[in-house]
């Protein structure tokens, strides 16, 4: 009975121990903020090593708040940020998460992200994937925006 049920739950297992792998989480970092500045966002590329497309559904971290998926936009000549859904990656292939673009946002940070520092993410997918990422905090220039 005993070995039945160990079989069981590796059997139960062994396919979300293969699926963890199929995306990679490449070159992560969250950007540092001075003092009294309350949000923040995160920063990767993700790469789908599987053949079939699989989307980031959500992110929690124990850094902020609130922590959502975001974009930027292009509305009336203004760039502007808005919160979307899920993050599509096509299959063997990748999408970038970076300043502009596709982005993880950290709203009411719990405290003052400073460069050096490390912070933890869960990603979690459509595919029903997690993974946990510790990523360092660097500081990175704002975008220009062109007028």
Known sequence: MKKWFISFVLALV???ALAASSVDVIKPYARAVPPGQENSAMFMMLKNKSARPV?????QSSAADVVE???????????????VSEINIPANNHVSLQPGSFHIMLIGLKKQLKEGDKVSVKLHFSSGEMAIVEMPVKAVQMMKMKH
């Not at 989307?55 to 992110?59: D, P, R, W």
């Not at 998926?69 to 919160?83: F, I, S």
Request: aromatic content about 0%; charged content about 5%.
């Open 14 to 16: 062994a396919p979300l």
């Open 55 to 59: 989307s980031l559904i959500s992110a």
């Open 69 to 83: 998926l975001h974009t930027h936009t292009m509305a009336n000549g203004v760039m502007q940020m808005r919160q």
